[in-house]
Structures are given as structure tokens and as C-alpha cells.
């Protein structure tokens, strides 16, 4: 696949070439890989040369970290701390913590672009009755994703008012816990903007999406602590702030954590967008590598298998 001619299979020019039916999907395209390119230039912007210095600290790390992670979110703030000291996201009055919990979200947001990049730039379109589904799918937390992963990072994109919407998808490796997370990241503000995607982790464990956040947020409660030099004895019983917290975050990323599962399933097949919109030659699904050449994001039309 030529990446370097791959948006040209969704002009605009072209759309007149497609039925009706699928107009939306060149539209949709454009609009999700102009946001992209606009995220992966402000993160280069405030972050000069951040992709190749985290690339090269993946390659420095090599077999200690799983396949299926990038690279942790530690040596990310690493890296941060080491080159851009400076540079971190700043707000004003904050200092201490405040200044810490925005590098950790600096750090959090360049792992998910970071990931997506290294995997091949890949947005996948789930079909909408699939997504109706998706959206009653429970309470399970898949606590197996690492061993069904197929890629790094991946982009779920949707159609949108203004073009185009989406979320970062990736998995993270916490090496001083030796545990594995969901990282969710929705890119969803009326214009692209770094400092604006939320980055929601949610440990792989559990049994329900509603525990694993659970211990997700006595985590991050552990964490504060740490920074703080404080001792809280949280109250998990029915009804608590960590209860209520825990509740909020399971209802708001039950479906991604559904989408992430499905998409690591054999219950999917995503289909190469480019071979509707243009005569590329159909990809094989997953991607063997990301490409040495080439920017544009490629397109991937998810639905059931068979």
C-alpha cells in the first residue's frame, strides 16, 4: 500500500464515483485525518522531535515491554522530563502537583498518539447496527485484550456534524505494578486540540468494567498520595465518593471497552476503505508493520465476520 498517495483514493473530486450510500466515508476520512495531522502537529510544535526521541526510548527498551504496549506512560514522562522540562502544559497558579498532573496528562496524551503513529496511522469505522450493539453490551471487562490486541494504537473514528470524531485506543504497560491497562482517549472537541483529549486508563482486571474502575480510581487515590505525602483510607462501600467515581467512569467508557473487545475479537472483519473509494489493492487486516513512508492515516470499515 503506498501511503504516500493513499488520501488521494479519497478526494473530493472522487465522491461523485461512490453511491450514494457511501458519500459519507471519503468526508468522513478528510475530516478525521485533517484533525489527526493537526494533533500530531501541535504535539511536534510544543514537543519538538518528541515521536523520534519516544520512538527511539521503545527501541532502546526492547523485549522489556510487552508487544501489545508502545511505551509506558513512565518512560513517556521520562522522556518528557529529560528534553522538555519546560515545556509541559501550564496553568496558571499551578504549581507542585498541579504542575505534575500536567505532565502526567502531556505524557498520557502523547502515548496514545504516539502508539497510533508507530502502528501505521489506522482509523477504523465500526458499522452502525454494530455500534447499536456495542452499546448493550454490559458490564465485562475483557481483562485478556494483550493476547487478542491487534495493533499498538488504533483510531475509532465515526461520522460528525462537522466531518469527523474518533478515539484513541491503546494498551498500557504499568512496569512498577506489572499490570496491563485500557487507555481510552476521545479526540471529540468541535476542533482539534492536544490539550483537550481526556486520557481515561482503566486496569485490566476485575471481572466488570465497573470494578476494574474501581481500582482505577483507589490507584489514582494512591497516587495523590504519593505526590502529597498524605494517607487516605478510601471508603469503598456503597454509595462513596470512590463507589459513585468508579460508576460514573464504567457508564461513560462501557462502550469503548465493548468496541476495544470486539475489535480484538475474530468477530470482526475490517475492510480495506480505500479498494470503494479508489483502486488501491485490497490490505490484509491486521497490518503486518507500519510503513517507513508516508503520513496519511488509512481507513478501515469494521463489520461482523462472515
Known amino acids: 500500500m503506498d501511503r504516500d498517495t493513499y488520501a488521494k483514493n479519497f478526494a473530493k473530486r472522487r465522491e461523485s464515483e461512490l453511491d450514494g450510500q457511501f458519500r459519507w466515508m471519503p468526508r468522513m476520512y478528510r475530516a478525521a485525518a485533517s484533525r489527526l495531522e493537526k494533533l500530531e502537529k501541535q504535539a511536534e510544535r510544543q514537543f519538538p522531535r518528541v515521536f523520534d526521541r519516544l520512538d527511539q526510548a521503545r527501541d532502546a527498551a526492547g523485549d522489556s515491554?510487552?508487544?501489545?504496549?508502545?511505551?509506558?506512560?513512565?518512560?513517556?514522562?521520562?522522556?518528557?522530563?529529560?528534553?522538555?522540562?519546560?515545556?509541559?502544559?501550564?496553568?496558571?497558579?499551578?504549581?507542585?502537583?498541579?504542575?505534575?498532573?500536567?505532565?502526567?496528562?502531556?505524557?498520557?496524551?502523547?502515548?496514545?498518539?504516539?502508539?497510533?503513529?508507530?502502528?501505521?496511522?489506522?482509523?477504523?469505522?465500526?458499522?452502525?447496527?454494530?455500534?447499536?450493539?456495542?452499546?448493550?453490551?454490559?458490564?465485562?471487562?475483557?481483562?485478556?485484550?494483550?493476547?487478542?490486541?491487534?495493533?499498538?494504537?488504533?483510531?475509532?473514528?465515526?461520522e460528525a456534524p462537522n466531518g469527523?470524531?474518533?478515539?484513541?485506543?491503546?494498551?498500557?504497560?504499568?512496569?512498577?505494578?506489572?499490570?496491563?491497562?485500557?487507555?481510552?482517549?476521545?479526540?471529540?472537541?468541535?476542533?482539534?486540540?492536544?490539550?483537550?483529549?481526556?486520557?481515561?486508563?482503566?486496569?485490566?482486571?476485575?471481572?466488570?468494567?465497573?470494578?476494574?474502575?474501581?481500582?482505577?480510581?483507589?490507584?489514582?487515590?494512591?497516587?495523590?498520595?504519593?505526590?502529597?505525602?498524605?494517607?487516605t483510607i478510601p471508603d469503598i462501600s456503597p454509595g462513596s465518593a470512590v463507589d459513585e467515581a468508579a460508576r460514573m467512569i464504567a457508564e461513560k467508557n462501557a462502550f469503548w471497552v465493548a468496541a476495544a473487545d470486539w475489535l480484538a475479537s475474530d468477530r470482526v472483519t475490517p475492510f480495506d476503505a480505500a479498494v470503494m473509494a479508489g483502486a488501491e489493492p485490497a490490505a490484509d487486516w491486521p497490518p503486518a508493520k507500519a510503513p517507513s513512508t508516508g503520513r496519511a492515516p488509512m481507513l478501515w470499515l469494521a463489520g461482523p465476520a462472515g
Not at 508487544?67 to 496558571?92: I, K
Not at 476521545?186 to 471481572?207: K, S, Y
Not at 466488570?208 to 489514582?220: F, K, S
Open 65 to 158: 515491554i510487552p508487544t501489545w504496549c508502545w511505551l509506558p506512560v513512565a518512560q513517556v514522562q521520562q522522556v518528557l522530563a529529560d528534553h522538555y522540562p519546560h515545556r509541559t502544559t501550564r496553568a496558571p497558579g499551578a504549581t507542585g502537583s498541579g504542575l505534575a498532573a500536567l505532565a502526567a496528562s502531556d505524557a498520557a496524551r502523547l502515548q496514545a498518539i504516539g502508539a497510533w503513529r508507530a502502528a501505521g496511522r489506522h482509523m477504523i469505522n465500526i458499522h452502525d447496527r454494530t455500534v447499536l450493539e456495542l452499546r448493550k453490551a454490559g458490564d465485562r471487562m475483557p481483562a485478556d485484550l494483550p493476547q487478542r490486541w491487534p495493533l499498538q494504537g488504533l483510531y475509532v473514528v465515526s
Open 164 to 231: 469527523a470524531l474518533g478515539a484513541f485506543l491503546h494498551l498500557e504497560w504499568d512496569e512498577r505494578e506489572q499490570r496491563a491497562e485500557l487507555r481510552i482517549a476521545p479526540d471529540v472537541a468541535p476542533t482539534a486540540a492536544l490539550d483537550r483529549i481526556p486520557v481515561q486508563p482503566l486496569h485490566l482486571e476485575g471481572g466488570t468494567v465497573t470494578e476494574a474502575a474501581r481500582r482505577t480510581v483507589l490507584t489514582l487515590q494512591a497516587g495523590v498520595d504519593a505526590v502529597l505525602g498524605t494517607e
